[in-house]
């Protein structure tokens, strides 16, 4: 029996500790917290805490438990949801916390999938004691940190010198533009995300992916700050900073056809099999934007080091002093670069805005060829008056 009243104690403690961390936590994000009226009195049926900004209210039930697993956690949450949808009723919404001492960011990444599954839209956060925190909702997502160890400060983002224009996010990015662009133009989800967990569903990444480019984003002052969904403003800026970072000496390598042919029917051949895509001028071409003509057909693929190279019967390596037919480069993200490019005839070919951004710092007249993409189909998308309101 002591036993019990100990762990039954012990319990109670976490329990309070929790919701004092999560009241914490919402003040210094600037959250107005209250104890509800039925909560203070005795009620059995109120909510932990409310907590308003901007226009958004949310009722919170804040559960806790002593371990950090996957099977402990996700019923914890379901039924602090539970809960909370109850006592939210119709007029305000409900938001879920699960807390334990220690939690894996892989295990909360799984209970926020399980919430988005089979809560569509439902606010919910994942916390523990030593400070990972993972939110979803509107208002929300400005409270995560994924570094355990370190107490998230209200102060500036702590990630601000991370790369913006990493791989996954050039991807991401092209996933929250993609409803503005043609299909035969950009391979990727067509939709409107309202959180963190929506994109990376949508882009095939992990949510915490997703959380750190949504967050910088947020703090660098790209996205719209009252939107229900998640959409990019300041975009001339944005655009010009994702081009300079474009801009690098790449890996490349020249080839020759060992017989006479069309340099680009052979390259579009080689992107048969998906290992390799035609790039710059050859995909502005493909794309029906070419503007540059007599610069030999470029190809992108995953890598470019002995051994890798695909199979191509009938080319081989230029030797010093020959005029290439054709040239291979690995490609500068390989993720966003394959994932977006699109099929045109047959042929695989970089999306219009890997296009945009490749050749715009190239020496054979490339800046004008980006200008010529920019004024029929990236003007609209990057000057959009509706991303500036």
């Not at 409900?94 to 001492?101: F, H, N, S």
């Not at 909702?137 to 010198?161: C, M, T, V, W, Y």
């Not at 010529?372 to 609209?380: P, Q, S, Y």
Request: aromatic share 6%; proline share 6%; charged share 25%.
């Amino acid at each position: 029996m002591p036993e019990l009243v100990n762990a039954m104690a012990g319990e109670r403690n976490i329990g309070l500790r929790a919701e004092r961390l999560i009241g914490e936590m919402l003040r210094e994000a600037g959250w107005k917290v209250r104890q509800p009226q039925a909560r203070a009195s005795g009620g059995d049926r109120g909510a932990d805490l409310v907590a308003s900004k901007a226009g958004t209210s949310y009722v919170l039930q804040v559960k806790a438990t002593s371990e950090g697993r996957r099977d402990r956690l996700i019923p914890v949450w379901s039924q602090a949801y539970l809960q909370a949808a109850r006592a939210a009723g119709g007029s305000r919404s409900p938001l879920a916390v699960v807390v334990a001492p220690r939690i894996s960011p892989r295990v909360a990444d799984q209970v926020l999938s399980f919430a988005a599954q089979y809560a569509p839209g439902a606010a919910a956060g994942v916390v523990d004691f030593v400070g990972l925190r993972m939110f979803q909702g509107k208002g929300l997502e400005a409270l995560n940190s994924d570094r355990p160890g370190r107490r998230r400060s209200p102060q500036p983002f702590a990630g601000r010198h991370a790369n913006l224009f990493s791989d996954l996010n050039q991807w991401m990015l092209k996933v929250l533009l993609a409803p503005e662009l043609p299909e035969s133009m950009l391979t990727a989800p067509r939709g409107r995300y309202q959180n963190a967990t929506q994109l990376a569903a949508a882009a095939g990444v992990s949510l915490m992916s997703a959380s750190r480019l949504v967050r910088q984003l947020q703090h660098d002052g790209y996205l719209h700050e009252s939107k229900p969904h998640l959409e990019l403003v300041r975009r001339e800026e944005l655009f010009r900073s994702w081009r300079n970072a474009a801009a690098r000496s790449p890996r490349e390598l020249p080839l020759r056809l060992l017989l006479r042919g069309d340099a680009v029917q052979q390259a579009k051949r080689v992107t048969e099999d998906g290992e390799a895509c035609l790039a710059l001028f050859a995909a502005a071409d493909a794309l029906g934007l070419g503007f540059v003509k007599g610069v030999p057909p470029y190809l992108y693929v995953r890598r470019l080091a002995p051994g890798t190279l695909p199979d191509w019967n009938g080319m081989v390596p230029a030797r010093p002093g020959e005029t290439p037919d054709l040239r291979v480069r690995e490609a500068p993200a390989t993720q966003s670069v394959f994932r977006g490019a699109v099929d045109v005839a047959g042929a695989r070919v970089c999306d219009v805005v890997q296009v945009w951004l490749d050749v715009a710092s190239h020496p054979s007249r490339g800046s004008e060829q980006a200008e010529l993409i920019e004024r029929n189909i990236l003007g609209r998308v990057i000057g959009r008056v509706g991303g500036d309101e």
